[in-house]
């Protein structure tokens, strides 16, 4: 008797889908039935198409002792050894459709604590529930993922890869179920997604097993999370280059558009243009553009180099500051931010918000600079250009905030005529230790 699909038998769903990908491996083409299909592992081979049409969904068994184990990676937590479908070693993959991925991520997750928001991950979970590593040409198109247990989409040490058009709907608080994460990747496009979730919406890495990641084209996407939008780091051993990132909508977010060095690696010529939306959630505190560079708790001195970054045409509502710190002794360099409108409603004081934050990701290097109050904070740069940065406050603050803070910055230009404290009272610019150059500062 041949076996047939059954919506809850996992282990019959993905053994006769697996047997069709194996049969097409080469050059072939294989689609998900309609319906609704529990299925454990599927492993794609070199020259398969499978497409997931509308009206099919492939839905995460939620038993792992019936996943295979693959590799675990000792430092990084979020990248389990379970996953729902695994491109390894493998050329010329194309995942597409208007079907569904349902992660199940509900069924992997604790309650979250009495009084926080945050729900709580278990630690063995489908996570990146798509896992792409040491392959080429690899295409992801069209289709939805939505309640990712952990990390969504994972590209690990591939190069030439195109994601396009997915749709991403993860809990908003959900453990660290980040959109894509490009870890020690080359050539890579990501065009037109919407991504909704937390942790980081599209974030680029650089991890020891994967050092390099270069070459990477994000555009025209729509992103939403109570974490980062558009994001490099945290983890940075090794080198980050020309990357892109253009003509993208955030629906909201904590940081928008941030760059975070925990490791003494090297990211250089980052361009960051036409990005619009709102840095407004109820986490706090909240950063529209967010530069750091820190030990992040290590005791070697060592200390990563941010160079070559250029943000430009930024329109952003927000309730908090863009803050550029870089830890003593390390180097942050040739950083501009042009054409940048901050809307600004409702405040938040940086004095109450970080201090009350047990975060990693508050410039926990820079005393002075994490919780100044000023709209853009400056700490440890060399070369930094501020032109036509727009402060536009739609109210009143009750808390005082200069337009510039800056500190320890060489060659450092500002021609901001529009950029103004919160009240005339307030000095537009406080400054120590710093080669400044102000052609223009409203209030000065």
């Not at 019959?12 to 072939?28: C, E, F, R, W, Y």
């Not at 278990?122 to 247990?149: C, G, Q, Y």
């Not at 396009?164 to 660290?176: A, V, W």
């Not at 937390?198 to 990477?216: F, G, H, Q, V, Y």
Request: net charge neutral; glycine share 8%.
């Amino acid at each position: 008797m041949t076996p047939q699909f059954h919506p809850d038998d996992a282990i019959t769903n993905t053994s006769l889908l697996q047997k069709a990908i194996d049969s097409a491996a080469g050059g072939g083409r294989v689609v998900v039935p309609k319906g609704i299909w529990s299925i454990t592992t599927l492993n794609l081979k070199s020259g398969t198409t499978l497409v997931i049409p509308r009206e099919a969904t492939l839905r995460a068994h939620t038993n792992l002792d019936d996943y295979p184990v693959y590799e675990q990676c000792a430092s990084n937590h979020d990248r389990q050894p379970y996953h729902l479908i695994r491109i390894a070693d493998a050329s010329n993959v194309t995942i597409e459709g208007d079907g569904t991925i349902d992660g199940q991520g509900p069924a992997f997750w604790d309650p979250p604590l009495p009084g926080s928001p945050w729900i709580r991950h278990r630690i063995k979970r489908p996570s990146p529930l798509l896992e792409i590593r040491d392959s080429s040409n690899i295409v992801l198109r069209d289709f939805t993922i939505v309640e990712s247990p952990g990390w969504t989409v994972h590209t690990l040490r591939c190069r030439q890869i195109r994601i396009d058009g997915l749709k991403i709907r993860n809990h908003m608080f959900g453990p660290n179920n980040d959109g894509l994460d490009i870890t020690g990747c080359s050539d890579v496009l990501i065009s037109n997604c919407d991504i909704t979730g937390c942790d980081d919406n599209i974030i680029i890495k650089s991890m020891p097993d994967a050092p390099t990641c270069e070459r990477i084209s994000v555009t025209n996407c729509i992103l939403e999370s109570n974490c980062g939008n558009l994001g490099i780091g945290a983890e940075t051993y090794g080198i980050i280059r020309d990357v892109t990132m253009t003509n993208c909508v955030i629906r909201n977010g904590l940081r928008p558009i941030m760059v975070e060095m925990w490791d003494a690696g090297l990211v250089e010529n980052l361009v960051v243009s036409n990005v619009t939306g709102r840095c407004f959630t109820d986490i706090n505190p909240v950063r529209p553009i967010y530069l750091d560079v820190q030990y992040h708790g290590r005791r070697d001195g060592k200390l990563g180099i941010l160079r070559n970054v250029n943000i430009s045409g930024v329109t952003m509502t927000t309730q908090g500051r863009c803050v550029l710190t870089c830890a003593q002794g390390g180097i942050m360099e040739n950083i501009t931010l042009r054409d940048i409108h901050l809307r600004l409603e409702k405040m938040e004081d940086p004095l109450v918000t970080v201090a009350r934050s047990k975060s990693v990701q508050m410039s926990n290097d820079s005393p002075g600079a994490r919780d100044a109050r000023a709209l853009i904070v400056a700490d440890s740069i060399r070369q930094l250009s501020l032109l036509n940065v727009v402060s536009d406050w739609a109210e009143q603050s009750p808390v005082p905030f200069h337009a510039l803070w800056c500190r320890d910055l060489k060659r450092a230009f500002i021609d901001c005529p529009h950029l103004y404290p919160s009240s005339p009272q307030v000095p537009p610019l406080v400054q120590s230790n710093s080669e400044l150059t102000v052609r223009s500062l409203a209030g000065k």
